[in-house]
């Protein structure tokens, strides 16, 4: 629904830590709360495959949804945005950088609206994809992001 280049059976695998949710975000809920680390894979036709170590934030009781780049124990490596320390650490497949956001709120008096927030900042470190390419794809990934998530909802 939210990234077609990532790989359908990543979201089955186990994450590589799960948190303790009581205490994030107000106490309680821990069945609507999840907060976990997770690799994800990114399939790009025509680049090597980038692989993504986030954190993901999931508060169902305010339809959030957060995921951000993160160093994890269970996966080591880094994207070149990492310290000098993990230069030294083998990426294959390459890391790359995910930060992304996105809030779903009902629109008051129509039960059929809402207004979505979101964020998206994303780097493959490619060299054959150049910075107005990665604009044009995060551009045109955001309406078809929306798309989905319509056709999605209005199924459901």
Avoid at 42 to 66: M, Q, S
């Amino acid at each position: 629904l939210i990234d077609p280049a990532s790989n359908p059976d990543d979201y089955y695998k186990p994450p590589l830590e799960s948190y303790n949710t009581f205490l994030w975000r107000g106490f309680g809920h821990t069945d609507k709360k999840r907060l976990e680390a997770a690799r994800v894979e990114a399939n790009i036709p025509g680049v090597k495959l980038r692989e993504f170590v986030v954190l993901n934030a999931i508060d169902a009781n305010t339809r959030l949804f957060v995921s951000k780049s993160v160093q994890h124990k269970g996966d080591p490596g880094c994207s070149i945005y990492g310290p000098a320390s993990c230069n030294a650490i083998s990426t294959d497949p390459v890391r790359a950088l995910n930060t992304f956001a996105v809030q779903v709120e009902p629109l008051a008096g129509d039960a059929n609206k809402c207004v979505v927030q979101l964020i998206n900042y994303a780097d493959y470190i490619a060299p054959e994809i150049s910075a107005a390419v990665m604009k044009v794809l995060t551009t045109d990934y955001l309406p078809q992001m929306l798309g989905r998530m319509q056709a999605a909802f209005a199924s459901s």
